[in-house]
């Protein structure tokens, strides 16, 4: 297990993992960049809030990926080195950070 700087172990994603979720985030990527291209060519504003909706919707989805990841990962291997309730009141605080 690599050790991070702020002292919380990391599990390290596999190339795969990572693969897919860069792949995301450059998806993303091209889409704000299309919703600036909208903004420039002075698009119905309509079909730009439904382009910003489809972004946050991917971005929510790439957010609660990596979340998993990290409850099946870090988290259960707090809780298997009895350091659970730290690491689950991390994970609610980030949670509640991350639904609003």
């Known amino acids: 297990m690599v050790e991070q700087v702020d002292k919380h172990p990391v599990t390290p994603r596999s190339k795969d993992e990572k693969e897919a979720v860069v792949n995301r985030l450059k998806r993303i990527e091209g889409q704000v960049?299309?919703?600036q291209k909208m903004i420039e060519e002075d698009r119905y504003c309509v079909d730009v809030l439904v382009q910003i909706s489809a972004i946050n919707a991917a971005l929510k989805k790439v957010g609660f990926s990596v979340a998993e990841r990290h409850t099946k990962h870090c988290v259960?291997?707090?809780v298997k080195s009895g350091e659970g309730n730290?690491?689950?009141d991390e994970l609610m605080e980030v949670m509640k950070q991350f639904s609003k």
């Open 86 to 88: 730290e690491a689950i």
């Open 76 to 78: 259960s291997s707090a």
């Open 33 to 35: 960049r299309g919703i």
